[in-house]
């Protein structure tokens, strides 16, 4: 079963611009993690947040968590055309490596 | 990292038939698993793929219609059997290493006619 909630499930935005999406999730975790799908092909893993941390940057991604409310943040800051795709964030099932994906917020990104 | 390679990449089946899909990693990798994404949906994880043993299933997923192989570290294949047009859906195989992120395929999309 999902264990992450996204919101919004759809976003669009002018090239440029931030992008903002949310992920809420039901248990204690020790990591969350975020991934990009590109039209249907498989995911590109972007970044990996340990539960020990609040945020964290990986160039134009910012990641936030917070354990306290079960939620995360990604923001994509100055977004590109190449950024439209499906984001999504992954919890591990059962504090092992298996992953449990989130519904996806679908961004696009006009030029 | 790891580069997974998955074929096919697409095909067109007809009911009630069986479909293998193959998996390569290019790198020695603790796990493998098998992700289903029905149209306009996220990933549901179908199956833990055991190097050598019968796979682990999630709930609703069985060995009769998603029967795995992992003869290696490397190798693992998902079969789709007695396809129906439900079981249209992309699958994907995944590989995890220590650091806990996943690496895709680029996933196989079938279509069940």
């Known amino acids: 079963s999902q264990q992450g909630e996204e919101d919004p499930q759809a976003l669009s935005i002018q090239e440029g611009e931030n992008a903002t999406m949310n992920c809420s999730y039901k248990?204690?975790?020790?990591?969350l993690q975020w991934y990009r799908q590109n039209s249907g092909r498989g995911l590109v893993h972007l970044i990996l947040?340990?539960?020990?941390?609040r945020e964290k940057h990986s160039g134009r991604l910012r990641v936030t968590l917070d354990t306290s409310k079960k939620s995360s943040s990604l923001l994509i800051t100055a977004s590109r055309a190449a950024d439209t795709a499906s984001y999504f964030c992954?919890?591990?099932?059962?504090?092992?490596?298996?992953?449990?994906f989130g519904a996806g917020t679908t961004v696009t990104v006009r030029a | 990292s790891a580069v997974i390679s998955q074929k096919p990449s697409r095909d067109i089946c007809q009911r009630g038939t069986s479909l293998t899909i193959q998996c390569q990693v290019d790198?020695?990798?603790?796990?493998m698993f098998w992700y289903r994404q029905q149209p306009g949906q996220s990933l549901t994880l179908i199956a833990t793929?055991?190097?050598?043993?019968?796979?682990?299933?999630e709930s609703g997923f069985v060995i009769d219609k998603f029967p795995i192989s992992r003869p290696n570290l490397t190798f693992s294949t998902l079969t789709v059997s007695n396809m129906s047009p439900e079981d249209s859906s992309i699958y994907l195989c995944?590989?995890?290493?220590?650091?806990?992120?996943?690496?895709f395929g680029e996933g196989s999309r079938l279509t069940v006619l």
């Open positions: 793929a055991n190097q050598g043993s019968e796979a682990t299933y």
């Open positions: 992954a919890t591990p099932m059962y504090n092992d490596y298996k992953l449990s």
């Open positions: 995944s590989a995890g290493i220590v650091t806990g992120e996943l690496f």
């Open positions: 790198s020695q990798v603790t796990m």
């Open positions: 947040i340990r539960s020990n941390e």
């Open positions: 248990t204690s975790i020790n990591n």
